[in-house]
Structures are given as structure tokens and as C-alpha cells.
């Protein structure tokens, strides 16, 4: 049976996180792609983040984490990352074998970027570690993937390396070189600069990229166009909107606009309208450092993380209760938010979640809600961050499931149209109604 | 920390790339590379260890047999170049018959890797002038490793070359064959007399100096290095320079390697006197290689001309002088020079200018 999704109305869709991250993006786009959407997706687009994005997606008994690849790939749904994601050949060699492991026929074939998206190398990735450790306990909650690195390097240098460059060995190469005397010192102070790390290393480089151009196809702006007009466009967000680099608590941010914004530029160039979705849980995670007020270690035995494990780079992985000042303010930020998708509603009843409605400061004084602002103020943020980090949380215990969806409803003034109740794509339903949850697979 | 990262996923990912275009083609490569590294070995039939000579002989079919060896380098920095050797080589053996470059051509392959650092620094198959010749290319390890000298082992192939073919061209007609090194890097400062025992079995005590290999090597071959794009120092001067030095205008970049096979016949056709320029990019355009002859026009030009070898602009009117131009290859198709016959071509004129006698 084909699931009735009025609200996309013949619209793309863009999904993004509330929250932190881990909200549930990758096992929504996974459903949203398989056949009982009834949306004939013909594409998952990714606007932004790169290989540091980790979504979980469960389909009966086989699990990945998608990192590039999009969430849609175990429906045979081909992923297009556009030119704002960060593209790390080596970490997409990894997945694809990876995925290949778990049955999925040619990964590479189901891969098409945009000629204009950014490389992340070794060397950035190298760099990103390096940093972090020369920060000791001023972590800043990096992932360790070489993100950042990216892109303040690209703004730095307008020629960094970038997908169109890779056919050519003797551009990867010079460009490679100077990627390496830049990083030299860097990577010398942390011990980190790997043995020969000279023109034969890079060289072995270069053979990985001009393999890397060969065996994925590149693609310039025209082809967004042609996907959109072969059907359906999922776009998939990476990181949370707490996370965002103008929208986070400053500096426990990353380097990328985790807002609908960039998918929206995306249609708007291809005249083309698009739905927006803001995924939640029924509860609040976070995986790394920086203010989280709502968190509760007494929840971490009642909520394990099979898919999240401590990160080197990270840290540990932080469940607390569901912040709705925190949620509306991600929805202020998201500038549009259409409906809401809500995770975890299995959690509600075996963790007695409660709802948190407002903060208070250190001497329990209550505190403003945030309001987003669109001024890209960096010490505005950093302030936010000052006045969180000691915050405390107001809560009231909830009631089931149906009042948990009820009070996001109210509360951030969307509807609800998808909720799961476990981690498989058998475990989403499909809301016809307030509050009326029909199984949907 | 972080020591090893970039290396171990190079060799992944890169496996994994080129998996995913079909370069697995090369059955060999596909087996071997899903085992341990230690485990790594040349195929049976392209070992150089204690072999007494590769040979190229005459028969009833073939009477006039004239010895084409191809050696290129399979590290890393080639990136797809080795694949796409593998895939064109094999219409080498056709296209020089076809346009009568040269009655009877008896061809072998082989891999240059980085004796140093590689599990598979040598392979050499065997002269052959039928569909061997495929089984071969396919059964060439593609190590991919190389290390970070920005040097491979072409000096050991070159000693191999020298010292262990034996060839019915040479001992009956006094006729060299032509050999080919694909690559791009340097040589090893010096061929290392270590590694001559341990890849190819001779007993040799004293490292020798990597101008008398090729010295040695050039009394029977025409040697020619091939500088192909798509491989990491396409564009540095410092590797063509070095190969000018020893070889004179026989080191060549081509910017297309998919032109590869076009080049090395035309230059066969060249040096046997049976085809100009002119013709022999006709011949190729003819075969349907239309955008290859405009590559191999442009390697042959940058080659007599020399333009890649000197960046200081006051040497340049000497040396086109020296070279001839365009017109070299002209009187040297036209048996003005002869590349043939047993001169001391290639390799001892510092400033790069070859003399034929």
C-alpha cells in the first residue's frame, strides 16, 4: 500500500535536525525513499557537511551508518552531493566497500558529485586531530574527520583542491604539495606528520584521486535539473541545526550550514519548490562538547545507543530530556520548517521522559529563550554559549506518546506527519491525522 | 598518533576506485591483492629471479623477428596510467604489422615497481607476437606502492634488459630492437647491487653507476622513455630533464596515455625507416586514432624540439639548432641520421643532444 503523504503534494522534500544531531535524519530519508513513500525518489541530494555525518538506518536486519552515501541507498536511490558538501574520497572508498559487504550492487554507480565540492584529505583530517589535541580540555567536540580543516583552509586558499581537479595528477599533486607545507608545522608539533610524509606519499595520494575521478561520475549545475525532472528530490541535512556554524553554541559548532538553507538555494536555482521536514526524537542527544542544559546521565541505561559509541574525537555520546525552547529556537533558526518528524516514541513510556520548558541560570533565576538571529555575530553566539553552559532546565513529567506529539505540535506550531517507534524501517508510521499514527510498512 | 592514516587508506581506496572501473581486468592483480602483502609475488611467467635470458628468435613463420620490449611503471604515482596501458597495449602487436612498421614484431611486456619498498620491484614476460601478449599484460601485479624518493627501480629493469634478453635481430643482423619505459619518476641514484640479488639472482658484489646501465643497455636497444599525463610529475621538469640526459630526445611526455600505443609504433615505423611524420600520423588517423596522432604529433615535437628540457630562454635557439627541430625527425625518418646500427646513442652528451653515428 502507498503511504498518502498530502503534505508533499508533488513538493521535493528537505529533511533536516532540530537538535544536536542523531535526531533520525538518515532512517527518515531511508523510508521517505523506499517504495512505500510513494514518492518515487529519484535522488538523495546532500547540501552540506561531509564524511563526519553518521546516519544510522536499519532495514530488516541490515544496518549502516551512512557517511556520504546517501540514506536511500539500500532502496537503490542514487546520491548527488552537491557542491556544498566536503567530499573525502578515502572515508567513500571505505563506505562503498562497506556497503558492498551488506549487498549493495556497485556502490560507486549510485555516486554523482558536483564538480565544485571540496576535497578533504588525509592531511585535513590529520591537521583536524592535531588541532583538537593541541586544545587539551578546550575541546571543541570535532569529530576528527578533517571537516573544519576544510573549509577554513578553502577560505584561505580559493584554489584548494576540489572534485573537478581530480582528473588531472599533475594539479592533485601541486596542489597536494602545498596542502602539505602548509600543515607541516602544524602536523611536525603534534608528531603527527606520518613517516616519508614527502612527494612519494603524495604521489600515492594523487593515484587514490585520479582513481577516485575515474570511478565516480562528476557533474556540473545542470544536473540537479535533470534529477528533479526524473522525480522526486530527498534532501538530506547533516549535523543538527543546534550545530550550525552561525546558529550553535559557538565555538561547539561545525563548519556548515546545518539550516535548510542551502537545499533551498538549491531548488530556488532550479525554480523548483520544496517541503520542509525537522526531525526530532521524543528526547535530546548530543555527541560532543558544548552546552547541552536538559542532560541526564540517569537516562543512558534506560536509552542505549547501539549505533553511537564514545568517539575519540567527540566524546561520549549525552542523552537528556526534549528541549522545546531549544527545539523552537532551531525552527526560528531553520527560517522554514514545514512538519515535524518525531523518533523514539517507543522511548517515551520506558524512560518516563519529561518535557523541559524553560532554563534557569546558575542562581536559579529564569532564563530568556533564545531567539535566532541571522547577523552571522559569532560573540553573540559564544554569549549564548557563556549563558548555557551553567544553565539548569525547568521540566513536567509527560504523559505516553500521544501527548509528547501533541505538545511538539503546540509547542513549535507544525504538524507532525512521521514518527517511529524503534530504529527499523518497519518501526515508521505515517500521521493522517492529529495524534492517529497508522503503520505505514 | 595519526602515523600511517593517509598510507593504509591510499591503498584501499585507490583498490577500491579502481575495482569500481574495471581495472580488477587484471585478473592477477585482483587475486593477489586479496591476499596478505607478504604473500605477494610476480606471476610465475613474468619472474625476473634466475632467469638465464628472455628470448627473441626467429622461426619459419616469423623470419625477420624484431624485438619490441614495453616496460611500465606499476607504483602509485602512475595512478589509472598502468590500466590504461593494459588496455591498449594489446592493438600494439596489430597496428605495427598492420602499417608495415615492421614485418615481424615479437613484443614483451613488463611492470617497474620500487625495489626498495615494493613486494614486486620486476616483472619481464616473454617475447611473444600472437594473443599471448594479452595474457600477459593481464597477468602483470599492479603493486601500486612505490616510496617516496620520487625514484623507481628502472635502472634494475634496465640491467635486466641489458644483461638477460638475447635476441636472433641482434646476433644474426646486428639490429637493435626497441625498448620502451613508460614512467615517471627519477631512476635510483644507483642500481644497488643488493637488489640485483635479491629480484633477479645475478651475483653481483659493486653497486653500479646508472649512466653505464643504460650505457651498456643501449648497444642493443633503442631506448625511449615515455613521460604519460595522468601520472604525478607530468608537469615537473626535473624528471624529463633527468631522462633527457640519458636518452636525448628518446624521452618523450605525452599528454594523452590513452595514445600510448600510437606512439611507440609510429617511433618503430620512424626508426625502421619504413614511414616520415607526416605519413605516420596519416596512418594513424587512418586506424581511426584520429585525437591519439594529434598526442603522438605533439610528444614527437616536444621531443625534437626539446622546448621541455631547458627553462632558461637564452639556450633555447643553441639547443633547437643542436636538435633540428622538427626537421630532425624528418632526416631521421628519412635515414638521415640513422637510429639504427651499432653507435653509442644516448646518454653521455650532458647537455642532452644525442649524437647518432
Redesign the interface.
Known amino acids: 500500500m502507498t503511504a498518502a503523504l498530502p503534505w508533499a503534494d508533488g513538493r521535493h522534500v528537505v529533511v533536516v535536525d532540530l537538535g544536536f544531531g542523531d535526531a533520525g535524519k538518515g532512517a527518515t530519508v531511508d523510508w521517505l525513499c523506499s517504495p512505500r513513500s510513494g514518492l518515487d525518489v529519484s535522488a538523495v541530494v546532500r547540501f552540506n557537511g561531509g564524511a563526519q555525518a553518521a546516519h544510522n538506518v536499519v532495514v530488516g536486519g541490515r544496518h549502516h551508518t551512512f557517511r556520504q552515501f546517501g540514506s536511500g541507498t539500500f532502496s537503490g536511490v542514487r546520491t548527488l552531493l552537491s557542491r556544498y558538501v566536503l567530499v573525502d ?2 572515508a ?3 563506505e ?2 562497506q556497503l558492498a559487504a551488506l549487498g549493495v550492487d ?1 556502490p ?2 549510485l555516486i554523482e558529485i558536483h564538480r565544485d565540492a571540496l576535497i578533504t584529505t ?2 585535513h ?2 591537521a583536524n ?2 588541532r583538537e ?1 593541541a586544545r587539551g580540555t578546550a575541546r571543541h567536540g570535532s569529530c576528527g574527520t578533517g571537516v573544519g580543516e576544510t573549509v577554513a583552509y578553502a577560505l584561505d586558499h580559493p584554489d584548494a583542491l576540489r572534485v573537478r581537479d581530480c ?4 594539479l592533485v ?2 596542489k597536494l604539495v602545498a596542502l602539505l607545507e602548509y600543515y607541516r608545522p602544524l ?1 611536525a608539533a ?3 606528520l ?3 610524509a ?11 584521486y ?3 575521478a ?2 565516480v561520475e562528476v557533474v556540473g549545475d545542470e544536473r540537479l535539473a535533470q534529477l528533479a525532472a526524473a522525480g522526486t528530490l530527498v534532501f538530506e541535512g547533516a549535523q543538527g541545526v543546534l550545530l550550525d556554524e552561525w546558529h550553535g553554541f559557538h565555538p561547539h559548532t561545525t563548519w556548515s550550514t546545518t539550516t535548510p538553507d542551502n537545499a533551498l538555494t538549491l531548488l530556488a536555482e532550479i525554480d523548483a519548490r520544496g517541503v520542509v521536514l525537522g526531525v526530532t526524537r521524543t528526547y535530546s542527544t548530543r555527541h560532543g562538547h558544548g552546552p547541552f542544559p536538559s542532560v541526564d546521565v540517569g537516562l543512558d541505561a534506560l536509552l542505549p545507543e547501539p549505533h553511537n559509541g564514545a568517539g575519540r574525537y567527540q566524546g561520549e555520546f549525552r542523552v537528556g530530556h526534549l528541549d522545546l525552547p531549544l527545539l523552537h529556537y532551531a525552527v526560528q533558526a531553520s527560517r522554514r520548517v514545514d512538519a515535524l518528524v518525531v523518533n523514539h516514541l517507543d522511548a517515551v513510556d520506558t524512560a518516563a521522559l519529561r518535557m523541559v520548558d524553560g532554563h534557569v541560570d546558575a542562581d536559579g533565576r529564569a532564563m530568556t529563550a533564545p531567539t535566532a538571529a541571522f547577523d552571522h555575530d559569532l560573540d553573540r553566539q559564544q554569549a549564548l554559549t557563556d549563558a548555557f553552559s551553567e544553565a539548569g532546565v525547568v521540566t513536567r513529567p509527560v504523559a505516553g506518546g500521544a501527548a509528547v506529539l501533541a505538545e511538539i505540535e503546540t509547542g513549535l506550531g507544525r504538524p507532525v506527519v512521521l514518527t517511529a517507534d524503534g530504529p527499523d524501517r518497519s518501526d515508521r508510521s505515517v500521521v493522517n491525522t492529529h495524534g492517529t499514527a497508522q503503520r505505514a510498512a | 598518533m595519526g602515523n600511517g592514516t593517509w598510507s593504509d587508506h591510499t591503498y584501499n581506496a585507490a583498490r577500491t576506485f579502481r575495482a569500481a572501473t574495471g581495472a580488477a581486468d587484471f585478473g592477477y592483480t585482483a587475486a593477489t591483492r586479496s591476499q596478505h602483502p607478504d604473500t605477494w609475488k610476480a606471476h610465475p611467467t613474468l619472474d625476473p629471479l634466475n632467469v638465464s635470458a628472455r628470448e627473441s628468435r626467429d622461426s619459419d613463420e616469423h623470419p625477420d623477428a624484431l624485438p619490441v620490449a614495453v616496460l611500465f611503471d606499476v607504483t602509485g604515482s602512475m595512478g589509472q596510467v598502468p590500466r590504461i596501458l593494459q588496455t591498449k597495449l594489446g592493438k600494439l602487436h596489430g597496428l605495427i604489422q598492420r602499417k608495415g612498421y615492421a614485418r615481424d614484431p615479437q613484443i614483451l611486456f613488463g611492470g617497474i615497481g620500487d625495489a626498495d619498498t615494493d613486494r614486486v620491484p620486476l616483472q619481464v614476460g616473454q617475447f611473444e607476437s600472437d594473443n599471448r601478449m594479452d595474457e600477459q599484460l593481464r597477468t602483470i601485479f599492479l603493486e601500486g606502492g612505490g616510496g617516496g624518493q620520487k625514484s623507481e627501480s628502472y635502472e634494475l629493469a634496465a640491467y635486466f634488459m641489458a644483461r638477460h634478453i638475447r635476441t636472433d635481430a641482434w646476433e644474426k643482423r646486428q639490429r637493435k630492437g626497441y625498448l620502451f619505459i613508460i614512467g615517471d619518476e627519477f631512476n635510483k641514484p644507483r642500481l644497488a647491487a643488493r637488489h640485483i640479488r635479491r629480484v633477479i639472482g645475478d651475483d653481483v658484489r659493486l653497486d653500479v653507476s646508472v649512466e653505464s646501465v643504460y650505457r651498456e643497455l643501449s648497444r642493443q636497444w633503442n631506448v625511449f622513455f615515455i613521460l604519460p599525463r595522468q601520472s604525478a610529475y607530468f608537469d615537473d621538469p626535473a624528471i624529463i630533464d633527468h631522462w633527457r640526459k640519458l636518452l636525448g630526445q628518446n624521452a618523450m611526455k605525452l599528454d594523452d596515455p590513452a595514445a600510448v600505443c600510437e606512439l611507440i609504433a609510429l617511433t618503430i615505423g620512424l626508426g625502421e625507416d619504413r614511414v616520415d611524420v607526416a605519413d605516420g600520423l596519416a596512418d594513424l588517423a587512418d586506424v581511426g586514432s584520429g585525437a591519439e596522432a594529434q598526442s603522438v604529433r605533439r610528444a614527437l615535437e616536444g621531443a625534437a624540439d626539446g622546448r621541455n628540457r631547458r627553462t632558461s630562454a637564452d639556450d633555447d635557439d643553441a639547443l633547437r639548432a643542436r636538435n633540428g627541430g622538427w626537421g630532425r625527425l624528418r632526416r631521421l625518418a628519412h635515414g638521415t641520421v640513422a637510429i639504427r646500427g651499432a653507435g653509442t646513442p644516448a646518454g653521455l652528451d650532458d647537455a642532452g643532444g644525442v649524437t647518432f653515428r
Do not use: E, H, K, W
Not at chain 1, 582528473?167 to 599533475?170: E, I, Q, S, V
Open positions: 574520497p578515502y567513500l572508498a571505505q562503498s566497500d556497485r560507486l554507480d588525509p592531511l583530517r590529520l586531530r592535531a589535541d582528473a588531472d595528477g599533475a599533486n601541486r602536523l603534534d608528531g603527527a606520518p613517516a616519508g614527502g612527494p612519494g606519499a603524495i604521489a600515492d595520494m594523487v593515484g587514490t585520479l582513481a577516485f575515474q570511478a
